[in-house]
């Protein structure tokens, strides 16, 4: 079976009603439970249980203590292309967007992992456009081979792969990738993804579960959110976590939250996302998923990233741009604006200010 029939299960959902019907003591013997299932999940994502968001807080901060400590792992991205062929509305890289495209060459590549790596951080995750032409898997191979003399764990964030594409990502040193569905709708995604290989739904919901079959490490997923109500991409997501996590129990499976930015292209949020919304999911899922990792970007406040550093997040990045070579060669065009514009250093201050260990280094291959 694969996570498409399970995503089916939920097709019929109507979660007004289910909403409807929550009470108080309902959500309040959710957070009683030492355990929660999928539709006590769902529960904590209601527009009533934003009236329990301190309890929900709470508890989340203490499940996160348990089972993962103070400490906080910090990473950088580093774009090496931004060719693409594919046109997502709503992407800076869309391929009919008017704007310079760039792509580095190996000893840019490595011009750029040394800046990064003398901040002192040892995970990096590499970002591309889709294009077999400019950034081909061979390409995104050989930027990591260039890469592994500064960095103890290399991640991708790309496009779909075949199984034996990520086999070969594996064997090359890639321990980690992210795949972000975008919006588990079907009709939405096919409204969003106007032509390019992308706007294949089924291939690119299965490309983590290939991810996992592959030997990948960790592997990481998301929906953008502001693209459809948040509360249902929230509950599919962490379906989709809870499906892998099961399925693939040597994997680590982690959750981001990304909510849009402004980028080239200027499309709007659909829905609009608020902070309040981002502190009731992230809670929420720490709840249902205890032991998985949840990333907060750059995309948000320096001022909400800081609240979140005790409500259930593991992993920020930190010293970010999102322009190709924009750590050596300066903000040209970048994918999307980001809001915390934060260096290692000043990312470690706050944390140590807020009793938390920032950590650089969490992973060593044996060779």
Request: proline share 3%; charged share 25%; with cysteine.
């Amino acid at each position: 079976m694969k996570f498409i029939d399970e995503l089916e299960k939920y097709s019929e959902l109507d979660y007004e009603a289910y909403f409807r019907k929550i009470t108080d003591d309902d959500i309040i013997n959710v957070l009683n439970k030492p355990s929660i299932n999928r539709l006590d999940y769902l529960t904590l994502l209601s527009p009533l249980a934003e009236n329990h968001l301190e309890a929900i807080a709470k508890r989340a901060n203490q499940d996160t203590i348990r089972n993962f400590g103070r400490v906080m792992q910090l990473f950088t991205p580093m774009y090496i292309a931004n060719y693409c062929i594919n046109q997502c509305v709503y992407c800076g890289f869309n391929h009919e967007n008017k704007l310079k495209r760039v792509k580095l060459s190996m000893e840019e590549i490595k011009a750029e992992g040394k800046l990064i790596a003398e901040t002192g951080l040892k995970h990096v995750l590499i970002l591309t456009g889709e294009s077999q032409e400019h950034s081909s898997p061979d390409y995104i191979l050989q930027a990591v081979e260039n890469l592994k003399g500064f960095f103890t764990s290399i991640s991708i964030e790309i496009y779909s792969l075949e199984e034996a594409e990520y086999k070969h990502a594996v064997e090359a040193g890639v321990d980690g990738m992210t795949m972000f569905q975008e919006v588990y709708d079907a009709d939405i995604y096919k409204e969003l993804h106007l032509a390019g290989p992308k706007s294949n739904y089924a291939f690119r919901l299965d490309a983590p579960e290939r991810a996992c079959r592959s030997g990948m490490r960790t592997v990481n997923i998301g929906a953008l959110l502001g693209l459809n109500d948040w509360r249902k991409e929230a509950f599919l997501t962490g379906v989709h976590a809870d499906y892998l996590q099961r399925k693939y129990s040597d994997v680590e499976i982690a959750v981001s939250t990304p909510r849009m930015r402004p980028s080239v292209g200027g499309f709007p949020p659909r829905v609009l996302v608020k902070d309040i919304n981002i502190v009731q999911y992230i809670t929420a899922y720490r709840i249902f998923m205890p032991r998985s990792g949840i990333t907060l970007s750059s995309r948000e406040s320096a001022k909400l990233r800081n609240h979140l550093a005790h409500l259930g997040v593991t992993k920020m990045s930190a010293g970010v741009t999102t322009a190709v070579g924009g750590h050596s060669k300066g903000e040209e065009v970048s994918q999307f604006d980001i809001s915390d514009s934060r260096s290692v250093r000043e990312m470690s201050a706050m944390l140590y200010g807020e009793g938390y260990q920032p950590i650089y280094k969490d992973w060593q291959a044996l060779v």
